[in-house]
């Protein structure tokens, strides 16, 4: 029944995943105020995010630094929530294993991310956009398999 083999993550069989996903992705609350509101422990939080977010979580602290040292506020808080929106799609997509679904998605984040980019031109940026490929060649590679 289970699709992941040895899958013992206290996070990834919560109840609350999504919603604890959320808050890792989107750094709205500390680990300590997630780890007592859902009840679990910090180092799970931490291994889950770890080990088991995908890296979009990287590139969406990336987007939030690019945020920082951007006057262009509004546009980044649009270009914040389309990244939010594609990576809970993301998220739901790769829960029912709909990887087509979770690839669109994952080109809209790099979409956004590469916007980002646009405005605040970082190399570390770049590097992000390059995971993000990385990314899309696996997924691709998978649905061809
Ligand atoms: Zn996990």
Same mark, same amino acid.
């Given at each position: &029944?289970?699709?992941?083999?040895?899958?013992?993550?206290?996070?990834?069989?919560?109840?609350?995943?999504?919603?604890?996903? $959320?808050?890792?992705?989107?750094?709205?609350?500390?680990?300590? /105020?997630?780890?007592?509101?859902?009840?679990?422990?910090?180092? +799970?939080?931490?291994?889950? $995010?770890? /080990?088991?977010?995908?890296?979009?979580?990287? +590139?969406?602290?990336?987007? #939030?630094? +690019?945020?920082?040292?951007?006057?262009?506020?509004?546009? &980044?808080?649009?270009?914040?929530?389309?990244? /939010?929106?594609?990576? +809970?799609?993301?998220?739901?997509?790769?829960?029912?294993?709909?990887?087509?679904?979770?690839?669109?998605?994952?080109?809209?984040?790099?979409?956004?991310?590469?916007?980002?980019?646009?405005?605040?031109?970082?190399?570390?940026?770049?590097?992000?956009?390059? #995971?993000? #490929? #990385?990314?899309?060649?696996?997924?691709?590679?998978?649905?061809?398999?």
């Amino acid at each position: &029944m289970a699709k992941a083999v040895g899958r013992k993550c206290s996070i990834c069989n919560h109840p609350q995943r999504s919603e604890i996903d $959320k808050a890792l992705v989107t750094r709205s609350t500390s680990y300590r /105020n997630v780890s007592e509101r859902y009840g679990v422990s910090v180092g +799970a939080l931490s291994r889950h $995010k770890a /080990n088991h977010l995908p890296r979009l979580v990287e +590139a969406a602290k990336a987007c #939030e630094a +690019a945020q920082a040292v951007t006057s262009g506020v509004a546009l &980044m808080d649009e270009l914040d929530s389309l990244l /939010n929106r594609a990576l +809970a799609i993301l998220e739901a997509a790769e829960g029912s294993g709909q990887l087509k679904v979770a690839l669109q998605a994952i080109r809209e984040a790099r979409e956004c991310i590469k916007t980002c980019a646009d405005l605040a031109v970082t190399a570390e940026l770049e590097e992000r956009v390059e #995971e993000l #490929e #990385e990314l899309i060649e696996q997924r691709e590679g998978l649905r061809r398999a």
